[in-house]
C-alpha cells in the first residue's frame, strides 16, 4: 500500500477548498435558490448583504472532510492500479486506460462515507442566507445554524444520524463518474504534456492538465450535483418537496427543465480549473518527496529543469 499518495491527497485537497471555496458557494446557492438569476447576481447579492464573510459559511468542517476525502481518493486510485497492473501482468506492468478510469470510479465510490456528513453541512450552512451582522436589526430572522458544528448536531438530532447521508446516492452516482473521467483526462494530457525522454510533464503540463481533468470531471457530474443539493436542502427550511432520488429528478424537470441540471455548469468549471491545478501540483510536489520507490505506474513526477 502506498501511504505516500494518501497523505499528498490530503493536503492537496486542504489548498484545492481554500482556493475553489468562494465559488462553490455561489455554485450551491444558485442550484437550490430560485431567488438568484445568475452566477454575477448571486455574487453581488451575497457581497452586500453579508459582506466576504457571506462565501467562507461553513468552510472549517469541509477543510476537514475534504482533506480526508482527498486522501481516500488518491489513495484508492494508486493503490487500485497497482492491484490491478499486478493482476493483468505483474509488478510495473504500465495500467491500460480502462484501469485507470475503473481506479478513478473506485477512488469516487469510497469518498462517500467520509464526505457526505461534511457535504450536507457546508450545503446547510452556505444555504444560509441571513447575515450574523444582521442581527442588530429588528424584526430580521436569526440564521438557523451558528456554525459547522452546530449544524452537524442539529440534522443529527431533527434528522438522526442517517440525515447526515441525505443525497448519498447521487454524491455517489456524481463522484464514481466524474472522478473516473478527471483521472483518465489527467494521466492522458500528462502523457501528451511529457517531453520526448522525460519521466513525465514540466510544471505547466501538470497544472494544465489538472485544471482541464477538473473541469472535464465537474461536467459529468454537475447533473447529480444539482440533485445532491436539492435533497440535501429539502426540508430544512420548510415542508419536504420530494419523496426521493428519483421523485426528486422528475419534480424539478417538470417544474424547471432539463436545462436547470447545467445551471451551475459553467460557475463548476469556472472553480475547478484553478482549484485541480493547485490539487495535483501540490500533490505531485508532495508524492515526490514522501515516496522513495517509484514504479512505473505512478503518476508523471514534476521536472524542475
Same mark, same amino acid.
Given at each position: 500500500m502506498h501511504i505516500a499518495d494518501f497523505a499528498a491527497g490530503s493536503i492537496g485537497g486542504a489548498c484545492g477548498v481554500a482556493v475553489?471555496? !468562494?465559488?462553490?458557494?455561489?455554485?450551491?446557492?444558485?442550484?437550490?435558490?430560485?431567488?438568484?438569476? $445568475?452566477?454575477?447576481?448571486?455574487?453581488? %447579492?451575497?457581497?452586500? &448583504?453579508?459582506?466576504?464573510?457571506?462565501?467562507?459559511?461553513?468552510?472549517?468542517?469541509?477543510?476537514?472532510?475534504?482533506?480526508?476525502?482527498?486522501?481516500?481518493?488518491?489513495?484508492?486510485?494508486?493503490?487500485?492500479?497497482?492491484?490491478?497492473?499486478?493482476?493483468?501482468?505483474?509488478?510495473? %506492468?504500465?495500467?491500460?486506460?480502462?484501469?485507470?478510469?475503473?481506479?478513478?470510479?473506485?477512488?469516487?465510490?469510497? %469518498?462517500?462515507?467520509v464526505m457526505s456528513p461534511g457535504d450536507i453541512v457546508k450545503v446547510r450552512l452556505q444555504c444560509q442566507?441571513?447575515?450574523?451582522?444582521?442581527?442588530? $436589526?429588528?424584526?430580521?430572522?436569526?440564521? &438557523?445554524? =451558528?456554525?459547522?458544528?452546530?449544524?452537524?448536531?442539529?440534522?443529527? =438530532?431533527?434528522?438522526?444520524?442517517?440525515?447526515?447521508? =441525505?443525497?448519498?446516492?447521487?454524491?455517489?452516482?456524481?463522484?464514481? !463518474?466524474s472522478y473516473a473521467t478527471y483521472f483518465l483526462t489527467y494521466s492522458t494530457l500528462c502523457e501528451w504534456f511529457t517531453p520526448t525522454g522525460k519521466k513525465g510533464p514540466e510544471w505547466t503540463g501538470v497544472m494544465l492538465a489538472g485544471g482541464v481533468a477538473g473541469m472535464t470531471g465537474w461536467t459529468v457530474g454537475t447533473p447529480m450535483d444539482v440533485i445532491k443539493a436539492r435533497l440535501q436542502m429539502d426540508g430544512a427550511r420548510d415542508i419536504k418537496r420530494y419523496k426521493g432520488f428519483v421523485h426528486c429528478i422528475t419534480e424539478t424537470v417538470r417544474v424547471e427543465g432539463s436545462g436547470v441540471f447545467f445551471r451551475s455548469l459553467g460557475i463548476n468549471c469556472l472553480r475547478a480549473f484553478p482549484v485541480n491545478m493547485v490539487v495535483f501540483a501540490t500533490y505531485e510536489l508532495l508524492v515526490g518527496f514522501l515516496r522513495t520507490q517509484p514504479d512505473t505506474i505512478e503518476p508523471p513526477k514534476l521536472e524542475f529543469e
Open positions: 475553489g471555496y !468562494p465559488l462553490d458557494t455561489v455554485k450551491v446557492r444558485i442550484q437550490t435558490q430560485k431567488q438568484f438569476t $445568475g452566477i454575477w447576481h448571486c455574487f453581488i %447579492t451575497t457581497l452586500s &448583504k453579508e459582506g466576504v464573510h457571506g462565501f467562507f459559511k461553513g468552510m472549517s468542517l469541509p477543510v476537514t472532510t475534504v482533506s480526508m476525502t482527498s486522501s481516500v481518493v488518491f489513495g484508492m486510485y494508486r493503490n487500485c492500479r497497482q492491484c490491478l497492473s499486478q493482476l493483468r501482468g505483474g509488478p510495473g %506492468t504500465p495500467n491500460t486506460k480502462l484501469e485507470i478510469f475503473l481506479s478513478g470510479l473506485a477512488g469516487g465510490v469510497a %469518498t462517500v462515507t442566507t441571513e447575515s450574523l451582522r444582521a442581527r442588530k $436589526g429588528a424584526n430580521l430572522p436569526k440564521p &438557523k445554524y =451558528r456554525g459547522p458544528v452546530h449544524c452537524l448536531l442539529t440534522i443529527v =438530532r431533527e434528522e438522526g444520524v442517517l440525515g447526515l447521508y =441525505r443525497g448519498a446516492l447521487p454524491l455517489m452516482l456524481r463522484d464514481g !463518474p
